[in-house]
């Protein structure tokens, strides 16, 4: 084999190798673009999605404290409420009201006072009254009437005994049931009482006496707690019992 002959084999066997780097040069940079292409198409897909309008969702808690700040501003204010008033024994005095013209009792009718004596601690269920022993202010739905241990007590009207309890606060209660939806209670009062459940007592009958006071009520000493309720609402005992004499 000549040179030329050598030379022109050569010369076809580097352009055959060029080609073939050239192909294979071309298809991978082809399947690079494609995938490029592929890269840019799903970046344009989520560039072309709106973003989602949450500016009208309120949060949760929006609702929430409107609701409360509604519900707060319909409540009333406690301290709008009339200034407490404060009742000492140095101030006790005999407090019986000539209330003729405010009697509630059937038609004019009176209850007779079950013991003899000076309220310690007055009916006040509209504004709260000082509670010496517990020292502090409360509502109280009785009269407390001071009287000495072992003090006869007597019903105040004629009716039935529907209860016969006895508690920490209390001490030992009495409920008569006087008809037309009123009835009275007698609390702070000697365990050998002179009546039962379920017996009838008229105006004047004893019930029982006084016994020293529960740890609710030592501050105002030896009382009786006398309630009147009318259809199962508290009433001032003192609007429906008899005048002073």
């Not at 030329?4 to 082809?30: D, H, M, P, Q, R």
């Not at 000082?130 to 509502?139: G, K, M, N, S, W």
């Not at 009495?174 to 379920?198: F, K, M, P, R």
């Not at 009958?205 to 030896?222: E, Q």
Request: charged share 25%; aromatic share 8%.
């Amino acid at each position: 084999m000549d040179n030329n002959e050598y030379n022109k084999k050569n010369f076809y066997t580097v352009l055959y190798t060029l080609a073939a780097v050239f192909i294979i040069l071309a298809f991978g940079i082809s399947i690079l673009n494609s995938g490029n292409r592929a890269d840019n198409e799903q970046v344009n897909l989520e560039e072309d999605i709106a973003p989602v309008d949450r500016s009208n969702v309120a949060p949760l808690t929006t609702t929430t404290e409107a609701e409360t700040q509604s519900d707060t501003a319909e409540e009333p204010e406690t301290e709008s409420a009339a200034p407490m008033q404060r009742t000492d024994t140095a101030e006790a005095e005999d407090i019986i009201p000539d209330n003729g013209e405010l009697s509630l009792f059937d038609d004019g009718q009176v209850m007779e006072w079950p013991v003899s004596g000076p309220i310690v601690m007055d009916y006040s269920m509209d504004t709260g009254i000082y509670d010496r022993t517990l020292e502090q202010y409360r509502t109280n739905d009785s009269i407390c009437i001071s009287a000495d241990i072992g003090e006869d007590v007597y019903a105040a009207f004629d009716g039935i005994v529907t209860a016969v309890t006895n508690d920490k606060e209390s001490g030992v209660s009495v409920c008569i049931d006087h008809g037309n939806g009123w009835s009275s209670t007698y609390s702070q009062l000697d365990e050998n009482l002179a009546v039962s459940e379920g017996e009838s007592v008229l105006k004047g009958d004893r019930i029982g006496s006084v016994a020293a006071p529960t740890n609710y009520g030592t501050a105002l000493g030896a009382h009786l707690e006398f309630s009147v309720y009318n259809n199962d609402t508290p009433t001032d005992p003192k609007l429906v019992l008899a005048q002073a004499e």
